[in-house]
């Protein structure tokens, strides 16, 4: 079955600070990879994906992440951090029919 | 473009009763899935409706259900509501082709059973 880890549930960084959420997938094909963010209160926003071609992939806001298939990971960075990326971020994975597995989240809080 | 615009956005309901949540997609997506979010179990698929038909379903007993109408808003039902339903309920919609993850969320709508 298909499964998202996500082995840091908290992580705290000093604005301007680089960053790494780790995310480790299990899926038996070639996976189709996301990472989503979400503000308290507020639905999923897509920062990035990976269907398929460079296994370094731009997402939105200066996030980036790189596809590892011998690694199965598919590690979320950004160089720099803001105080307005204080944020929970979910990794998922497609799992086939359009459904999505979802990671259990990091709760990232970056202070100043 | 109006996002994905779900309703009620909060909800009290008491255990026993039933109740319907609401999904209006981004216009032209034929594509709606629905998640629960809850602390203990994170975010999980409940069923994903394409052109008024299930394509696919969680792993959720059958006091869940969902339909898609023909201008592929979506409701969700959940009968004999249980503590444990309270979650944030999200809706996401697609232009639904297979493999297309394209989605966008809407902004949940958070239900508490008391």
């Known amino acids: 079955a298909q499964s998202v880890t996500q082995p840091d549930i908290h992580i705290t960084v000093s604005e301007g600070a680089s960053l790494e959420l780790r995310c480790n997938y299990s899926?038996?094909?070639?996976?189709?990879l996301f990472w989503y963010v979400q503000s308290p209160g507020q639905g999923l926003q897509l920062l990035l994906k990976y269907l398929s071609g460079s296994t370094l992939v731009k997402g939105i806001n200066g996030f980036e992440a790189e596809f590892n298939k011998s690694q199965t990971s598919f590690h979320l960075r950004k160089p720099s951090v803001h105080i307005s990326d204080t944020a929970e971020y979910f990794c998922?994975?497609?799992?086939?029919?359009?459904?999505?597995?979802f990671g259990a989240g990091t709760i990232l809080r970056v202070k100043s | 473009k109006a996002g994905v615009t779900q309703t009620p956005r909060y909800l009290i309901k008491t255990r026993g009763q039933q109740v319907t949540l609401s999904c209006s997609p981004i216009s032209g997506h034929r594509s709606v899935s629905w998640y629960q979010q809850t602390p203990g179990q994170g975010l999980q698929f409940l069923f994903e409706y394409f052109s008024e038909t299930q394509r696919n379903k969680g792993n959720f007993p059958g006091r869940f259900s969902g339909r898609q109408f023909s201008n592929s808003r979506s409701e969700m039902n959940v009968s004999t509501l249980e503590l444990g339903d309270s979650a944030l309920y999200l809706c996401?919609?697609?232009?639904?082709?297979?493999?297309?993850?394209?989605?966008?969320f809407g902004s949940g709508t958070r239900l508490t059973v008391v």
């Open positions: 998922a994975v497609g799992a086939g029919g359009n459904k999505l597995v």
């Open positions: 996401a919609s697609s232009s639904g082709g297979t493999g297309d993850y394209g989605y966008t």
């Open positions: 899926y038996g094909a070639t996976p189709y």
